[in-house]
């Protein structure tokens, strides 16, 4: 483990805060130690996966694992056009090696997306094309060999699938097409992931990421009901399994217990409440993330999202919102229609599904909502474009929406907002470290080196503008900054929901307490809103 | 002998360019995209498509944002081998288009161009260090390949002059499938082979990127998933599947 002091941002000669994008040291192979943990033969089962690690077969591969895993690699290329495209059309340009904060934050040049992709190109030159086939060594082919395959499940661990290679790509090579497949085909030969594997068996088992069961999760939302109620003085309801309610909320377990994330929560239930929402959360979909997208597997992510449509069909609900969740919102958003539609039993005038964001920003526009933005005067916030919001999915009607839309909702609530460095927001930014199936400890040094160029940016606003606090809208980004802001030097509460921000502001009619109680007595324009 | 070997070589790569490009056509055309996977912001209707997809091809919309020394070189290139390739039509026309007369005189620059281009290319994937990593031998030799044909052609130009008139007989010709005398100096020989050789490995190799790049998810989709249900045949197999088991 690495001191906390190594990861400390150092001034550069000129005393400025060291360019996020700037190119590290060349350091061929740095990384090749860092693994996460292998999933075992049980893991595996729970999925339906063959193999894992066992007793008797330490390295848990299955027979004729090669095999395998060719005739694997030709089904997904049949299946799956962006594979087959995206493996013969790189013509090596170079225009990806520098846009991974992968190999940013370690300078191992197999974090470089080109190299990461040719791991799994090599092979399927070697077994798909001519030139592979005869003569490999000019085209750069090989077989694929136990080292190969320990290369694979390593970088393919290092991809956090944030997509911004792609944004830069003159073909638009998706290196998480390529990464979601290689991941794939090692569950199929029984090289599984231990940390994605098991939370998806904990889903199917209990119904989410945590394996929160249904009492407990009842007496997590009654004991925020209780704390909400001791802060307005108002019965702010979070139900669940409510029959007939209009809108079921989805939300990444996270929401129930860790911090930032259950603020943000509460922001939701305010809202809710101000809008006079008839609300509910499902205990059988009590889950928004969908891990299954990380480890490639269309089946089981379709599972998983059917258990948010049956968890609609019986609750009778007429429209789904997601919370604040980053690859829920590309499942919801771009596959869950997909997956899981057709929702003609829903409301056709609500986009299926929405985010809590376009909700309560659609509720600001209605003047339905009304703040005191002096509630968040003791932070100056900017905001963290997580990767699949930004890159893979929209919010409203409008390309780009998915920026705006939250940034909207940042200032509506609070007074002090900047962006940080144009190159590293929006499409352009960087992942949080922790995305893709790797917020597991066993790869903390790849998790902390691959936040660098995001803390980079971070400390920069921070000195030029006096930023004090990051929002995001993403469950992973939340838990990861929580734990690498320290380890930059920042306080480990500079990580904020943007529902928290709303919490905080939020003039709640007939509140006691908080910023809805000073409002009430001279703000009668939050009371005829509210109407 | 040598405009027989050199015509049987021609159909062959023709056929095998041909042939060979429209299989890979077919093959990604016939490959489902399962998920909608637009990289956003995307344009949310199929005009908005065609002009990202525009840009993309015509000015190379994504390499410019990403870096500007391979942008520029990369564009210098294509845009010059398009002057240069429609510069050389006249071998197969008789008469001449009006608009390829009036592109002869920028095709000989556009031959200097696209030599230049592929140059700083190539010192590229010599001299960077990231991308001297990502090369195997074929990615040198493809530039080689290009290069080789760019001086060989500039030098029929400037150094030592071929029988055009000849050459401009034998192709038209083929076009008719008779064989007609190929004038045998060794540039012109040489050119011909590489371009012909230059065809043939078109459809094995990462010049699928030209087709590719009209295929790509990422690029070609429209970003619509909430509006309209996307689902491929072999999902959609899932459904019915799912179905029956209950």
Same mark, same amino acid.
């Given at each position: 483990?690495?001191?906390?002091?190594?990861?400390?941002?150092?001034?550069?000669?000129?005393?400025?805060?060291?360019? =996020?994008? #700037?190119?590290?040291? !060349?350091?061929?192979?740095?990384?090749?130690?860092?693994?996460?943990?292998?999933?075992?033969?049980?893991?595996?089962?729970?999925?339906?996966?063959?193999?894992?690690?066992?007793?008797?077969?330490?390295?848990?591969?299955?027979?004729?694992?090669?095999?395998?895993?060719?005739?694997?690699?030709?089904?997904?290329?049949?299946?799956?056009?962006?594979?087959?495209?995206?493996?013969?059309?790189?013509?090596?340009?170079?225009?990806?090696?520098?846009?991974?904060?992968?190999?940013?934050?370690?300078?191992?040049?197999?974090?470089?997306?080109?190299?990461?992709?040719?791991?799994?190109?090599?092979?399927?030159?070697?077994?798909?094309?001519?030139?592979?086939?005869?003569?490999?060594?000019?085209?750069?082919? /090989?077989?694929?060999?136990?080292? /190969?395959?320990?290369?694979?499940?390593?970088?393919?661990?290092?991809?956090? %699938?944030?997509?911004?290679?792609?944004?830069?790509?003159?073909?638009?090579?998706?290196? +998480?097409?390529?990464?979601?497949?290689?991941? #794939?085909?090692?569950?199929?030969?029984?090289?599984?992931?231990?940390?994605?594997?098991?939370?998806?068996?904990?889903? !199917?088992?209990?119904?989410?990421?945590?394996?929160?069961?249904?009492?407990?999760?009842? +007496?997590?939302?009654?004991?925020?009901?209780?704390?909400?109620?001791?802060?307005?003085?108002?019965?702010?309801?979070?139900?669940?399994?409510?029959?007939?309610?209009?809108?079921?909320?989805?939300?990444?377990?996270?929401?129930?217990?860790?911090?930032?994330?259950?603020?943000?929560?509460?922001?939701?239930?305010?809202?809710?409440?101000? +809008?006079?929402?008839?609300?509910?959360?499902?205990?059988?979909?009590?889950?928004?993330?969908?891990?299954?997208?990380?480890?490639?597997?269309?089946?089981?992510?379709?599972?998983?999202?059917?258990?948010?449509?049956?968890?609609?069909?019986?609750?009778?609900?007429?429209?789904?919102?997601?919370?604040?969740?980053?690859?829920?919102?590309?499942?919801?958003?771009?596959?869950?229609?997909?997956?899981?539609?057709?929702?003609?039993?829903?409301?056709?005038?609500? =986009?299926?599904?929405?985010?809590?964001?376009?909700?309560?920003?659609?509720?600001? #526009?209605?003047?339905?909502?009304?703040?005191?933005?002096?509630?968040?005067?003791?932070?100056?916030?900017? !905001?963290?474009?997580?990767?699949? /919001?930004?890159?893979?999915?929209?919010?409203?009607?409008?390309?780009?929406?998915?920026?705006?839309?939250?940034?909207?909702?940042?200032?509506?609530?609070?007074?002090?907002?900047?962006?940080?460095?144009?190159?590293?927001?929006?499409?352009?930014?960087?992942?949080?470290?922790?995305?893709?199936?790797?917020?597991?400890?066993?790869?903390?040094?790849?998790?902390?080196?691959?936040?660098? =160029?995001?803390?980079?940016?971070?400390?920069?606003? %921070?000195?030029?503008?006096?930023?004090?606090?990051?929002?995001?809208?993403?469950?992973?980004?939340?838990?990861?900054?929580?734990?690498?802001? =320290?380890?930059?030097?920042?306080?480990?509460?500079?990580?904020?929901?943007?529902?928290?921000? /709303?919490?905080?502001?939020?003039?709640?009619?007939?509140?006691?307490?908080?910023?809805?109680?000073?409002?009430?007595?001279?703000?009668?324009?939050?009371?005829?809103?509210?109407? | 002998?040598?405009?027989?070997?050199?015509?049987?070589?021609? &159909?062959?790569?023709?056929?095998?360019?041909?042939?060979?490009?429209?299989?890979?056509?077919?093959?990604?055309?016939?490959? @489902?995209?399962?998920?909608?996977?637009?990289?956003?912001?995307?344009?949310?209707?199929?005009?908005?498509?065609?002009?990202?997809?525009?840009?993309?091809?015509?000015?190379?919309?994504?390499?410019?944002?990403?870096?500007?020394?391979?942008?520029?070189?990369?564009?210098?290139?294509?845009?010059?081998?398009?002057?240069?390739?429609?510069?050389?039509?006249?071998?197969?026309?008789? @008469?001449?288009?009006?608009?390829?007369?009036?592109?002869?005189?920028?095709?000989?620059?556009?031959?200097?161009?696209?030599?230049?281009?592929?140059?700083?290319?190539?010192?590229?994937?010599?001299?960077? @260090?990231?991308?001297? &990593?990502?090369?195997?031998?074929?990615?040198?030799?493809?530039?080689?390949?290009?290069?080789?044909?760019?001086?060989?052609?500039?030098?029929?130009?400037?150094?030592?002059?071929?029988?055009?008139?000849?050459?401009?007989?034998?192709?038209?010709?083929?076009?008719?499938?008779?064989?007609? @005398?190929?004038?045998?100096?060794?540039?012109?020989?040489?050119?011909?082979?590489?371009?012909?050789?230059?065809?043939?490995?078109?459809?094995?190799?990462?010049?699928?990127?030209?087709?590719?790049?009209?295929?790509?998810?990422?690029?070609?989709?429209?970003?619509?998933?909430?509006?309209?249900?996307?689902?491929?045949?072999?999902?959609?197999?899932?459904?019915?599947?799912?179905?029956?088991?209950?």
């Amino acid at each position: 483990m690495h001191l906390m002091d190594d990861y400390k941002i150092v001034h550069d000669e000129n005393g400025e805060v060291p360019d =996020p994008s #700037e190119m590290p040291d !060349f350091v061929p192979g740095c990384m090749a130690g860092s693994k996460p943990f292998r999933a075992n033969s049980d893991i595996q089962g729970g999925l339906g996966f063959p193999g894992g690690i066992t007793e008797d077969n330490k390295n848990g591969l299955v027979d004729n694992w090669q095999e395998k895993a060719i005739s694997k690699l030709g089904e997904l290329t049949g299946k799956y056009r962006s594979l087959r495209v995206y493996l013969d059309s790189c013509v090596k340009c170079g225009a990806c090696t520098d846009k991974c904060h992968y190999f940013l934050g370690t300078g191992d040049p197999k974090n470089m997306p080109v190299a990461r992709q040719d791991l799994l190109r090599k092979v399927y030159r070697r077994h798909f094309t001519l030139a592979g086939k005869y003569v490999p060594w000019l085209v750069g082919a /090989v077989d694929l060999t136990e080292d /190969v395959l320990e290369d694979w499940y390593t970088y393919y661990h290092q991809c956090s %699938q944030c997509r911004r290679c792609s944004v830069f790509c003159p073909y638009g090579i998706d290196t +998480a097409e390529i990464s979601m497949a290689a991941r #794939e085909i090692m569950d199929h030969v029984g090289m599984g992931q231990k940390y994605c594997n098991e939370i998806l068996g904990k889903v !199917f088992k209990i119904g989410n990421n945590l394996g929160l069961p249904q009492k407990a999760l009842e +007496a997590t939302l009654e004991d925020l009901e209780e704390e909400l109620e001791e802060e307005t003085g108002l019965p702010i309801k979070l139900p669940i399994d409510k029959q007939g309610a209009d809108i079921l909320l989805v939300t990444p377990s996270a929401d129930f217990f860790a911090s930032p994330h259950i603020e943000g929560l509460m922001g939701y239930a305010k809202v809710f409440h101000e +809008a006079g929402a008839n609300w509910t959360l499902s205990s059988y979909a009590s889950e928004a993330a969908n891990f299954a997208m990380f480890i490639g597997s269309y089946e089981t992510m379709r599972e998983v999202s059917l258990r948010i449509r049956k968890a609609a069909e019986d609750l009778g609900v007429k429209r789904i919102v997601f919370g604040e969740c980053g690859h829920a919102w590309r499942v919801a958003y771009s596959f869950l229609n997909t997956l899981a539609g057709p929702f003609d039993f829903l409301d056709p005038n609500y =986009p299926v599904p929405q985010h809590i964001c376009e909700y309560t920003w659609d509720q600001i #526009e209605q003047g339905k909502l009304k703040f005191d933005k002096s509630q968040n005067d003791h932070m100056t916030l900017t !905001f963290h474009d997580s990767c699949n /919001v930004a890159r893979a999915s929209r919010m409203g009607n409008k390309p780009g929406g998915q920026f705006e839309i939250p940034r909207n909702v940042i200032k509506a609530v609070c007074n002090n907002y900047v962006d940080m460095a144009d190159d590293t927001i929006r499409e352009k930014t960087f992942c949080c470290g922790g995305g893709g199936g790797l917020l597991t400890d066993d790869i903390m040094d790849i998790r902390k080196k691959g936040a660098q =160029p995001r803390m980079r940016a971070l400390k920069e606003v %921070q000195e030029s503008h006096g930023v004090t606090h990051m929002a995001a809208i993403c469950a992973i980004c939340k838990a990861q900054f929580s734990k690498v802001l =320290p380890e930059f030097g920042f306080d480990r509460e500079a990580i904020v929901s943007v529902h928290q921000l /709303v919490s905080n502001a939020i003039i709640l009619t007939g509140a006691t307490e908080g910023p809805g109680s000073e409002a009430m007595d001279d703000d009668d324009d939050a009371v005829e809103a509210a109407e | 002998m040598v405009s027989t070997i050199y015509a049987m070589l021609f &159909y062959l790569a023709v056929l095998v360019f041909a042939g060979g490009l429209a299989m890979r056509i077919r093959q990604y055309w016939r490959t @489902p995209a399962p998920l909608k996977i637009p990289t956003t912001p995307a344009p949310t209707t199929k005009t908005g498509v065609w002009m990202r997809m525009a840009r993309e091809v015509l000015v190379f919309e994504s390499l410019f944002k990403s870096n500007k020394w391979i942008w520029a070189f990369g564009i210098l290139f294509h845009a010059a081998l398009a002057v240069v390739i429609l510069r050389h039509f006249r071998y197969f026309q008789q @008469p001449v288009w009006t608009v390829i007369a009036l592109v002869q005189p920028f095709g000989v620059y556009a031959g200097f161009a696209m030599v230049a281009g592929l140059l700083g290319l190539w010192a590229r994937r010599i001299f960077v @260090p990231r991308i001297r &990593y990502i090369s195997a031998p074929s990615d040198h030799l493809m530039l080689l390949l290009l290069i080789a044909i760019g001086a060989s052609g500039l030098m029929m130009k400037f150094v030592s002059h071929t029988d055009i008139v000849s050459v401009k007989m034998f192709f038209l010709g083929l076009m008719r499938f008779t064989i007609e @005398p190929l004038p045998s100096d060794p540039l012109l020989l040489t050119h011909l082979g590489l371009v012909a050789l230059l065809m043939i490995i078109f459809p094995f190799s990462k010049l699928l990127h030209a087709p590719g790049v009209f295929f790509s998810p990422t690029r070609n989709q429209v970003d619509n998933p909430r509006e309209f249900r996307h689902l491929a045949a072999w999902a959609a197999r899932l459904e019915t599947g799912a179905a029956k088991k209950n």
